[in-house]
Nanobody, 127 residues
Framework: QVQLVESGGGSVQAGGSLRLSCVGS????????VGWFRQAPGQEREFVAA????????VYADSVKGRFTISRDNAKNTAYLQMNSLKPEDTAIYYC????????????????????WGQGTQVTVSS
């Protein structure tokens, strides 16, 4: 199994940027597709972005497409979420998650497919 720890959250004004990091330990992160999800107060946890094990394919929620970029550095056992042009509606706790899907599986946007989760990092965007 893999343990995940997120960092990089904080408070920014609308239009600002943040980069979230997700460091894996235990089993190497390259064995997993990685997804980012977020949960705002009183709302369901929702998909944000995902990246394949090798980093060659990505998928994004429509709400963040063109503003957020997911990437990974398997040599550092780390995945990233670069968030630009932040909006107040991006305010949430952001979680990274690992999906032990086979190498050729399509990226999943479903929470149930992600077996391991970090503790989350808070992102607050003020107007």
């Amino acid at each position: 199994q893999v343990q995940l720890v997120e960092s990089g959250g904080g408070s920014v004004q609308a239009g600002g940027s943040l980069r979230l990091s997700c460091v894996g330990s235990g089993r190497t992160l390259r064995m997993y597709a990685v997804g980012w999800f977020r949960q705002a107060p009183g709302q369901e946890r929702e998909f944000v972005a995902a990246i394949t094990r090798g980093g060659g394919n990505t998928v994004y929620a429509d709400s963040v497409k063109g503003r957020f970029t997911i990437s990974r550095d398997n040599a550092k056992n780390t995945a990233y979420l670069q968030m630009n042009s932040l909006k107040p509606e991006d305010t949430a706790i952001y979680y990274c998650a690992a999906d032990p899907a086979i190498l050729t599986a399509p990226l999943s946007q479903e929470r149930r497919d992600y077996e391991y989760w970090g503790q989350g990092t808070q992102v607050t965007v003020s107007s």
